[in-house]
């Protein structure tokens, strides 16, 4: 008789944990919206003659550094296609806005030609990538933050606030003042997998071909495990080895593990009677709310077309949030002439609204790389599991990493090959 595995939580690691696991046990998925995919969200704007995908949440991946997920969608056929991944910073105060995209984006505001702070910044990223790239990150403290990085090598405030703090803050949808603290050992890390300290030969990044929905449909159709959406959890019981689920109706439901799929702050809101292990670790987890717009208003995109890029960070000094726009008819490569655009956070409501959500991310901080150690250490502990992105950058990858870590631990065989212990986005001690 198969065991029974109740999976909380339906955005890529709990969605993917139940496909493959269905392969041993009878799968139980719990989602409480009215959906499955978490953050992956497409949006199908109707036109005149045509329906055009938008993606607001997932969008990106590539195949060197999202291996899991490569396979994962070649198991599935998923079709992806080529996409771009331009940066471009527009701040208003002072007047500075460039583009990595070529040399004339990289001057959309002419101003930069004759300024002095700009051409230095142009040397100092160079100067700031060949070192990152030399070091050895076994060697860099856990508790050393970027900021104390950038300080102790006398960076300068410009390229500190006009490059850097632009593009953590775009890539992990968090606050200037929360990505001052960002962990450097994590930025050191990301940065050197996906070869981002590289001026060239920096990897292709991929799209999925109709928007990443693609991707839950076909999971779905498949119908390999049971679920639920509008599903509201009023607490998980574990008991005499068994996991009860009590939903808001009171109806108990039995099963003989559980694994929290959800984010690591929503996990004590459900679990009743936490051990102490399990407050303390989850509790260092801290989350931003934001708000994402699609829209067709360009006025929140850089003021120069020239620096039109895929990511657009915005800084407005009266705005107390990052704002970021991604051009949705570059990263998809959208089949119509009319923009859109998906802005984080923007600092003015945009004109033409087509439809609006928010999404939580995870705030990193030093204290997240020992929390993210301790829960790979609590991992089957009373019958219970956690898997996440959080467990790792807070990608997709990651997601699929922490599935398939749950896959190993319940003897659970993948369907594709991959090196027995690479599991590089995990805070996994092999003993």
Wanted: aromatic letters at 14%; hydrophobic letters at 35%; proline letters at 3%.
């Amino acid at each position: 008789m198969r065991e029974k595995i109740a999976i909380i939580g339906s955005g890529i690691s709990g969605i993917s944990a139940a496909y493959l696991l269905s392969s041993k046990y009878d799968v139980y998925l719990f989602e409480k919206n009215n959906r499955l995919g978490g953050h992956t969200r497409t949006i199908y704007v109707e036109e005149s003659t045509k329906t055009i995908p938008v993606d607001t949440g997932f969008i990106v991946f590539n195949e060197n550094n999202y291996p899991d997920l490569t396979n994962f969608f070649k198991l599935l056929d998923v079709k992806c296609k080529n996409s771009d991944m331009s940066f471009a910073v527009s701040n208003q105060d002072p007047q500075i806005e460039y583009s990595g995209k070529n040399i004339f984006s990289l001057f959309a505001n002419f101003r930069n030609v004759f300024s002095f702070n700009f051409f230095k910044m142009l040397f100092e990223i160079r100067k700031l990538y060949l070192l990152c790239n030399s070091l050895n990150v076994s060697d860099l403290e856990q508790t050393k933050t970027l900021n104390d990085f950038l300080k102790t090598n006398n960076f300068s405030t410009y390229l500190i606030n006009y490059h850097i703090l632009p593009m953590i803050s775009s890539i992990w949808s968090s606050n200037i003042s929360d990505v001052k603290n960002f962990p450097l050992i994590t930025f050191i890390n990301f940065f050197k997998n996906h070869a981002l300290f590289n001026l060239k030969k920096r990897p292709q990044w991929k799209y999925v071909e109709g928007g990443s929905n693609e991707y839950i449909k076909k999971i779905i159709n498949k119908n390999v495990f049971e679920y639920e959406t509008n599903f509201k959890i009023k607490k998980i019981i574990r008991e005499n080895s068994k996991i009860k689920i009590e939903d808001e109706k009171n109806n108990i439901l039995e099963f003989h593990k559980v694994i929290f799929a959800t984010h690591a702050n929503q996990v004590l809101d459900i679990l009743e009677k936490p051990t102490e292990e399990e407050v303390k670790i989850f509790s260092q987890f801290k989350y931003s709310t934001n708000s994402a717009i699609l829209h067709s208003d360009h006025s929140l995109m850089p003021k120069s077309k020239i620096a039109w890029s895929s990511w657009n960070f915005l800084n407005k000094s009266s705005s107390s949030k990052f704002t970021l726009t991604y051009w949705m008819n570059f990263l998809q490569k959208l089949p119509t002439k009319q923009n859109y655009f998906v802005t984080v956070n923007p600092y003015k409501k945009p004109k033409n609204i087509i439809n609006e959500t928010t999404f939580n991310h995870p705030i990193y901080t030093t204290d997240t790389i020992l929390a993210q150690k301790n829960v790979m250490e609590i991992q089957g502990k009373n019958n219970t599991f956690f898997c996440g992105a959080y467990l790792g950058y807070g990608f997709h990858e990651d997601g699929i990493q922490s599935s398939s870590y749950i896959c190993k631990l319940l003897n659970c065989d993948l369907p594709w090959k991959r090196e027995k212990n690479f599991y590089n986005r995990l805070q996994i001690n092999f003993k």
